[in-house]
T-cell receptor
Framework: DVVMTQTPVSLSVAIGQPASISCKSSQSLVGTSGKTYLNWLLQRPGQSPKRLIYLVSKLDSGIPDRFSGSGSETDFTLKISRVEADDLGVYYC?????????FGAGTKLELK | EVQLVETGGGLVQPGKSLKLTCATSGFTFSNAWMDWVRQSPEKQLEWVAQIKDKSNNYATYYAESVKGRFTISRDDSKSSVYLQMNSLKEEDTAIYYCTWTLWGWGQGVMVTVSS
């Protein structure tokens, strides 16, 4: 199985400051189609996960452009340019290239 | 509006069975690839199973941890996807979510396996 290693485990950020989360996969996430099925999800307290980004860098509808995704092959990053109060929760990376799909262990974003 | 509603969870003894249902609306279900994902009490997310659409022969895929015990199925006429869970183990205790293309998620249903 592809192991997704997410860092840091937790992040304390002040409102208006940037945040960055890393996700590294144990093997390349480039699929046979040439696409890289790397997703970022946010789970707010008491809610279901919500996808923010797919195919490494594509923002889902309604997701503010304060969020951005980058990376390739095995090394990926989620960045929030200016953290807002609504951003708190646990962020997960998820690879959908290889079965079984696998998640990172999560990064808890807290407000400083 | 996309909606996914899971039902069928509950408390069950080890070795017993349970069937989860996910009723959907707001998108063309017959073309949709559907997944079940679970979240353990420790909050770790684990992908469980996927079923593709008719054009892909309703192909199914499973996590190794549930292969041979769980069965994913669908009824396009009811826009619903199911997860039949047999020979349940305590480690299957989790919140189970159905998801459409990993974008739309249900509210989840709790399954507790305990004697």
């Amino acid at each position: 199985d592809v192991v997704m290693t997410q860092t840091p485990v937790s992040l304390s950020v002040a409102i208006g400051q940037p945040a960055s989360i890393s996700c590294k996969s144990s093997q390349s996430l480039v699929g046979t189609s040439g696409k890289t099925y790397l997703n970022w999800l946010l789970q707010r307290p008491g809610q279901s996960p919500k996808r923010l980004i797919y195919l490494v860098s594509k923002l889902d509808s309604g997701i503010p452009d304060r969020f951005s995704g980058s990376g390739s092959e095995t090394d990926f990053t989620l960045k929030i340019s200016r953290v807002e109060a609504d951003d708190l929760g646990v962020y997960y990376c998820l690879q959908g290239t290889h079965f079984p799909y696998t998640f990172g262990a999560g990064t808890k974003l807290e407000l400083k | 509006e996309v909606q996914l509603v899971e039902t069928g969870g509950g408390l069950v003894q080890p070795g017993k069975s349970l069937k989860l249902t996910c009723a959907t609306s707001g998108f063309t279900f017959s073309n949709a690839w559907m997944d079940w994902v679970r979240q353990s009490p420790e909050k770790q997310l684990e992908w469980v199973a996927q079923i593709k659409d008719k054009s892909n022969n309703y192909a199914t895929y499973y996590a190794e941890s549930v292969k041979g015990r769980f069965t994913i199925s669908r009824d396009d006429s009811k826009s619903s996807v199911y997860l039949q869970m047999n020979s349940l183990k305590e480690e299957d205790t989790a919140i189970y979510y159905c998801t459409w293309t990993l974008w739309g998620w249900g509210q989840g249903v709790m399954v507790t396996v305990s004697s």
